[in-house]
């Protein structure tokens, strides 16, 4: 039997074994930041954290959208990153990433050190990438939030055990009614149900999690006994049994006529039955430990698969939905429905997070729209989805939508986009999905500050490109308060911060780049953060 299950190049180094073997000695101080009167969250994947930095994603998430609260994926499901990009014309690829341009999530890795004498036959599976197991990525987000008074929590994806090792123990997946397997675990099967339980009371023992979220894949989507529907397993026969219902002589009724009765609807209660009671036990874990924790069910909206809300409201403590059809670049229009219908089966007090796309297809409009539908329709919060495939822009949106519906404590960013600004030698272009403005040569944006007098951060959105290095310099009534070369060669977006800047009503603003080999001077974005005059500011700028 297994201790360990890896991948063929998934062997853990010494080191991260050692890590492992010994995590969790100390005592979890908790947190507890309880939910904000309105919840902002935000997604965090480990190699973003490794790419750009934690402190990096935080200040981009917090200063740029407006979040008040953020999740990392502690288990998460295969998937190309960033979504979606494969439907846009040519090579677009992660936005403020500076490392790589894309990444292919691996099927179902843990990112955190589990306690592994909590598990039995089955136990988490690690990247077969050193250096995404050399770090307790978890751990890490949760503290750095934390420190920032943010709250913070983990999420369990759509896929908890890898393919890899369901085709290597057979008995733990699903089968259709013909018995055929299918590539998904049954948590009917003791195995399972004991590993999962041992994942959301791993979590909830030994990390400092305010919330654990989840959108776990349970059975098919699809109450057809025929066409899709599952599970047929020999656990699930035995299950059905003690509950009364014999799977084995309904199956060739059902093969014969999918409707039968009472058989379809017997069948069907069992999947419910057994989606409910396995929730049920994960939820109980997780407040036996820490009643305070709270327990976010993401819900992909398909009764079908056996996830009834109404038998889980005493269980889940809040609900995001994923509302995502705006992330192909235009609405369905079900949003507003989706928080009704929660509301119906969960009851008013439950608060509901509607998911907003901020994916690459999505544009600012959208994105506000969303926000204004979902806070019409009485949501207690918004998701981010997500931050490694959002654009400065779609982030910018997030903030001003949440001013726009008059959303308490969320001000409109107060900025310019430099293409609308007067412009000689520059361009209009995009770069990464962002537009913006480029030149060959030198270029020159200008426009009037109009808002109160004042001291101001200024910040910069601009391209840091291969081939070349640029130069950017920022003035303010004639004089020059910034330049920098563009040294880094990380081909994306990146933001430059000029603090404590005095600004006059009807000072002329003006940003001069002046490009270098390929590299194009290309600039998005000017914001303008009003600062409490306190004594004479510094004007060292600094990179973002």
Known sequence: MKRFFFGKEGLLTAFA?????????????????????????????????????????????TSIAGVNSV?????????????????????????HNPIRREWDAEDSRAYFRPQMSLYGRIKPMFSKYAWLNETDWLKLVLDKAHARGLRAGAEVSHTYIPVEYL???????????????????????????????????DLAKN???????????????????????????????????????????????LKDNPYA?????NWRKFRIASTTEIYKLVTDKLHEINPKIDFRLNDLNDRTSGLQLEELKNNINSVHLSTHTEQNGYQKGD??????????????????????????????????????????????????????????????????????????GFTPISGMEVETMTLSGYTADRFLIEPCVQTTTKGTAKSTFTNPSGVYDIVVSYADEKGGQANLAVSVAGKQKATWQLTEDVDCWRRKTIPGIKINTGDEIELVGIANGSETARVDFIEFIAQPVAGKSKTTAKTH
């Open 207 to 253: 990390y400092d999690v305010d919330y654990v979220q989840t959108c776990m894949l349970l059975f098919s989507r699809s109450d057809d006994p025929v066409k899709g529907g599952t599970c047929f397993c020999e656990s699930c026969k035995r299950k059905a049994k003690s509950m009364g219902f014999d799977m084995e002589a309904a199956i060739p009724v």
């Open 17 to 61: 074994l050692l890590c492992i073997a010994n995590v969790n000695a100390q005592v979890i101080q908790r947190s507890n930041v309880p939910a904000p009167n309105f919840e902002v969250t935000g997604s965090i994947y480990p190699w973003e954290v490794h790419d750009e930095g934690i402190d990096l994603i935080l200040d981009n998430m």
């Open 167 to 201: 085709n290597q123990h057979e008995e733990f997946k699903q089968r259709d009614i013909n018995n055929n397997p299918v590539e998904r675990p049954c948590t009917n099967h003791p195995d399972v149900r004991e590993y999962l339980v041992a994942l959301y009371g």
């Open 71 to 95: 999740y990392m994926l502690a288990v998460m499901h295969q998937e190309h990153r960033p979504f979606n990009n494969d439907k846009l014309p040519g090579t677009f690829t992660f936005n």
């Open 261 to 265: 009765q009472p058989q379809l609807d």
């Open 335 to 408: 949003r507003k429905s989706r928080i009704a219908t929660t509301k119906y089966f969960m009851g008013n007090d439950m608060p509901i997070i509607p998911g907003v796309p901020t994916r690459l297809l999505t544009t600012p409009e959208i994105v506000k729209s969303s926000i204004k539908i979902s806070v019409d329709g009485g949501a207690k919060g918004i998701g981010i989805k997500h931050y490694d495939g959002s654009p400065y822009s779609l982030l910018r949106a997030v903030r001003n939508g949440l001013s726009e519906a008059g959303v308490a």
